[in-house]
């Protein structure tokens, strides 16, 4: 029994537990699951369906994290690889003699290849400011921040690129086994991402840079090369979901797609119960974060309560989680609790 | 030349440099763009901005950072906005209230920081989300005011040689004059420095480092909440989607100023070179007319970079020492 309280997803699964109970009281129907058309439709799966591309921001935040740095760019990133794409496969309605036609421009694939390359080249970039001129991560990756929408609203000259290419659609609503396409996107990230760190040493020397980087290097690390390729990897995952973004609103809009994506992702990563002072970290703890952050939303927007609830209610849980994360918070507490136990005796 | 490029005040005058470059620019590219009225425009139109980065120069110079003042002035705008349209309370007493509570909401997140060990970026992150929420609590919409003393404030112009100046603008300025003596001539002022070069050693110099870090952050919240003051005489209305990222433009503001982003080290002053810079390109791409508002975003992006290099370089050397 002490040993499932203390283990480091009891309490975001609890959370998240508590938040589906509510759930089943609050609202009718909840864990009703159904086939429609040979797909799988219910409230269950249209969390899960909504939150892949926070989950996705979050496993690639977590890495970067674990190394005691933050990507406060992942909202840029995103709008930057949804624009490319959505520019390449098909932005512009071109007219045929009077008929307007929906070609792509670009072969899908190669799009996708420049889309995803463009959201490296945003990792490189972070990357090389942070571990190669040794800025701190949260000022490299806020010149991203501030630039980057910038950069995507060049691309379009401001305007909202509408794609018209039925195949791309897939990605963000499609249904494969009747599930949402979205869905296997995200376990393929997770497992990948998952394997290797555990089947190799990265896990760990993640983990030592996030410790003590002078010891990790002093230890022989490459922690240069690491760091980098965390922020590369972040970026990677935040490509994904800029893609994922895209197809799922058929446009995409560089002002405002992946607007506090950033935000979302370190909250889902702290959720998880990963340190934002590096080290320890967990990947399936972060995945449970985002969830309870998308339960959190479709809970508020379900009960009836005014959406704008939202953002409130979540920097709460933001203040709760970081004071009952603080050593300060837990020296008092265990203080207090061994005061009443003696009182008791 | 090598101990000029390394003293104190060498990233302050490249900006006071780079000012006079962009001014010049602009004046050899467009008629009428060197004239006093479109300096004191400058002022003007980035009044709140200059206060909120006076504040942001506290936090920063401490070694903190406030990712909240953003929301905080456009909750100010909001509680202003309500306050003076449903409640009809004196103008007065409204300015009053919405100042306290950006204050303590400052105050509020400085204690969390110092007495949990927490990160300023998450606490005020967190502060982020909560003042942008209850902005959306208070009203979704758009609320007017129409209070005489707001519009009188929002239409005032003081004469000054053939052109004008808002009470906006001045209030600003004389914000950083205060500010400035507070930095540099008093113990608070030296507290800071002292706390953000190693708050290690300012605690067992003996200094007050919790009073003054939760002050630092009260101070940030006061100035958010007079900017936003400022921005509701200037708008006349309350929106919680005022001012979305001003966050970002404060921090890039007090970076270009030269103020070091580890702390310790800059000079508050730098705030108005720092906030001018951004308003002079601003003005640039709006004299030009061709350019769009995107190219903003992307040279201050670029600016923000060329500065941080430049300061990391500066450390690196005079780590070497």
Redesign the interface.
């Known amino acids: 029994m002490h040993k499932l309280l203390h283990h480091p997803l009891f309490r975001p699964l609890a959370a998240l537990a508590i938040l589906l109970l509510v759930d089943l009281f609050m609202i009718p129907g909840f864990f009703h699951l159904e086939i429609k058309d040979g797909h799988l439709y219910g409230s269950l799966i249209d969390i899960a369906n909504r939150a892949a591309p926070l989950i996705l921001a979050a496993i690639g935040m977590t890495l970067v994290i674990a190394t005691r740095g933050i990507d406060i760019s992942v909202g840029a990133t995103v709008a930057i690889s949804g624009t490319v794409a959505a520019m390449l496969i098909g932005g512009t309605m071109v007219m045929e003699n009077g008929v307007p036609s929906y070609v792509a421009n670009t072969p899908m694939w190669i799009a996708l290849a420049v889309a995803m390359g463009a959201a490296l080249l945003c990792g490189a970039w972070n990357g090389v400011l942070v571990a190669g001129l040794g800025l701190q991560p949260i000022v490299a990756t806020l010149i991203l921040m501030v630039a980057g929408r910038g950069l995507a609203q060049l691309f379009t000259d401001g305007q909202i690129v509408t794609v018209y290419y039925q195949p791309f659609f897939f990605l963000g609503s499609g249904y494969l086994f009747g599930l949402p396409f979205s869905l296997f996107i995200v376990a393929a990230v997770f497992i990948v991402t998952a394997l290797l760190l555990r089947k190799t040493a990265l896990g760990l020397f993640i983990q030592s840079v996030g410790i003590n980087p002078v010891a990790a290097r002093l230890a022989g690390l490459k922690t240069a090369s690491l760091i980098f390729f965390v922020y590369v990897f972040c970026a990677a995952c935040a490509g994904v979901a800029g893609l994922m973004i895209t197809s799922n609103i058929k446009s995409a809009d560089a002002n405002n797609a992946g607007l506090l994506l950033e935000l979302d992702a370190i909250l889902a990563v702290t959720l998880g119960g990963t340190s934002l002072a590096g080290g320890k970290f967990s990947l399936a703890g972060s995945v449970i974060g985002a969830l309870i952050i998308q339960t959190l939303t479709y809970t508020i927007y379900s009960i009836g309560l005014p959406p704008e609830v939202n953002m409130v209610v979540k920097s709460v849980v933001v203040f709760l989680v970081c004071v009952s994360q603080s050593s300060e918070f837990k020296t008092i507490w265990r203080r207090a609790f061994s005061a009443s136990v003696k009182g008791n005796a | 030349m090598r101990s000029f490029t390394s003293s104190p005040y060498f990233t302050s005058l490249i900006t006071v440099f780079l000012l006079i470059v962009l001014l010049g620019a602009g004046g050899a590219a467009y008629p009428g763009f060197l004239s006093l009225q479109v300096l004191f425009n400058l002022l003007i139109d980035n009044a709140f901005l200059l206060v909120i980065a006076v504040g942001m120069s506290f936090v920063i110079l401490s070694g903190g ?1 406030d990712l909240s003042v953003g929301s905080v002035l456009a909750l100010t705008t909001m509680i202003c906005a309500w306050m003076l349209q449903t409640w009809h309370w004196p103008p007065v007493l409204v300015i009053a209230i919405s100042l306290a509570i950006g204050t303590l909401f400052g105050a509020a997140m400085g204690a ?1 920081i110092h ?5 300023p ?3 005020t ?6 003042a ?3 902005c ?2 208070i009203s ?1 919409n758009s609320i007017t005011i129409e209070d005489p003393l707001f519009v009188a404030m929002s239409q005032a112009q003081l004469s000054i040689a053939d052109c004008f100046i808002s009470p906006g603008a001045l209030i600003a300025v004389g914000t950083l004059a205060v500010a400035i003596y507070v930095a540099h001539c008093t113990p608070f002022g030296r507290a800071i420095y002292a706390i953000g070069g190693n708050e290690q050693s300012a605690l067992m110099m003996g200094l007050r480092v919790a009073r003054t870090k939760v002050l630092i952050y009260a101070f940030s919240g006061f100035c958010a909440a007079l900017a936003g003051v400022l921005f509701s005489f200037y708008m006349l209305s309350g929106y919680g989607l005022h001012a979305q990222g001003t966050e ?1 433009d404060a ?2 503001a007090v ?1 270009i100023g030269g103020t070091l ?2 702390g310790g080290y800059g000079y508050v002053a730098g705030a108005l070179t720092g906030v001018l810079v951004l308003g002079s390109i601003q003005t640039l791409i709006a004299f030009d007319g061709t350019l ?7 040279v ?3 600016l ?2 060329v500065f ?2 430049v300061q ?1 370089v500066m450390t ?1 050397r005079g780590n070497k020492k």
């Open positions: 950072i969390m007495y949990f060990k927490l990160q970026f998450i606490v992150l967190a502060g982020m989300f909560l942008r929420g209850l959306y609590l979704i970002l921090i890039a970076v982003l580890s769009s508002s995107w190219w903003t975003k992307i201050i992006g670029g923000l970079f941080c290099v990391r690196m």
